[in-house]
């Protein structure tokens, strides 16, 4: 697979910043994109992380062309030298990642008996500490009618906590479940992220800044706005939440498509890096990268500003 750097129409400033909300964080969408060239171009879902001292995109390749859903899988690229390192994970996708220790641990849902995401087998953790040599093993399976998806993990102070996404009662919604040694997992029952409206919360990623975890996630259109949108909430306990009230924090403009999606975040050198999905939802999407001008930590604490009156929301279910 050849992955290039495009040049896209998206270098700009959240119109809010530029005079509709003052107070808003800036973020700047770079002009680049990371595009799958040769091949049907569904690479939405991506981690980078930083893993033995390398800048590296855990990423999928995911097939949309009918009767070849099974010939998608996971690779590894080299940010910085835009080269593939490793192909692993046939009839895998909605990847995530995250380092711990020695080890880079890659979850994505397994679809590999079926070739249909739709019937999936859940979700497989794969670990390896040289990026040759892949473990294997099942860490979340779908009970009853789940359907699951995306995913994302982070590290708190008691061990791992993992929001995947599932399509009931809400589609879309997440759920969370939590584990001491990423390997085996425990759901937390009774707890669906579902927004203020038990609604449409799709492709979460999750990340836990003493006290607070916070969620940035797929909202649906609003009226007013371009397309799907990231919505950015957080969390002391996974059940009570408050939404920013700089919601959305972006959406697609101009070369974007009708989505600005399925988001990641690293801190690299000083600076926070969002990696997010554009395209239009069905046929074609991109890798993009917007850059908030600070730490991970100080990012998402900007979007609370002290002082400020948050909307309220539960994350508690009556769930069969």
Request: charged share 25%; glycine share 8%.
């Amino acid at each position: 697979m050849k992955i290039v750097l495009v040049f896209i129409v998206c270098f700009m400033i959240s119109r809010d910043v530029q005079g509709e909300n003052p107070g808003k964080p800036l973020l700047i969408k770079l002009p680049v994109a990371f595009s799958c060239v040769g091949r049907d171009p569904i690479i939405v879902e991506n981690t980078p992380v930083i893993f033995n001292g390398q800048l590296l995109m855990v990423a999928n390749l995911r097939s949309s062309v009918k009767g070849k859903e099974g010939e998608s899988y996971l690779y590894v690229d080299d940010i910085l030298k835009g080269q593939e390192i490793t192909r692993f994970g046939t009839g895998h996708a909605f990847v995530s990642a995250i380092v711990d220790g020695p080890n880079l641990n890659v979850f994505a849902l397994d679809f590999s008996n079926s070739g249909k995401v739709w019937e999936s087998n859940g979700i497989d953790r794969f670990v390896t500490a040289d990026l040759k040599t892949w473990k294997q093993e099942k860490a979340i399976l779908p009970e009853g009618e789940k359907k699951l998806f995306n995913n994302s993990v982070c590290k708190d102070e008691t061990g791992f906590v993992m929001a995947y996404e599932s399509n009931l009662p809400v589609q879309w919604c997440f759920r969370f479940a939590r584990s001491k040694d990423l390997s085996k997992w425990e759901k937390l029952p009774g707890l669906v992220f579902s927004g203020e409206h038990n609604e449409f919360s799709a492709c979460p990623v999750i990340r836990y800044i003493k006290p607070y975890y916070y969620v940035i996630y797929t909202h649906d259109r609003m009226k007013g706005h371009n397309g799907w949108l990231p919505f950015l909430a957080r969390s002391k306990d996974l059940e009570n939440w408050e939404h920013t009230p700089f919601n959305p924090i972006m959406e697609a403009t101009k070369g974007e498509g009708i989505n600005n999606s399925d988001f990641d975040i690293l801190e690299y050198e000083g600076r926070t890096y969002l990696y997010y999905g554009d395209g239009d939802q069905a046929t074609w999407g991109n890798i993009c990268v917007a850059m908030y001008d600070g730490p991970m930590k100080k990012f998402f604490e900007s979007y609370f500003p002290e002082g400020e009156t948050f909307i309220s929301f539960s994350a508690k279910r009556l769930i069969k």
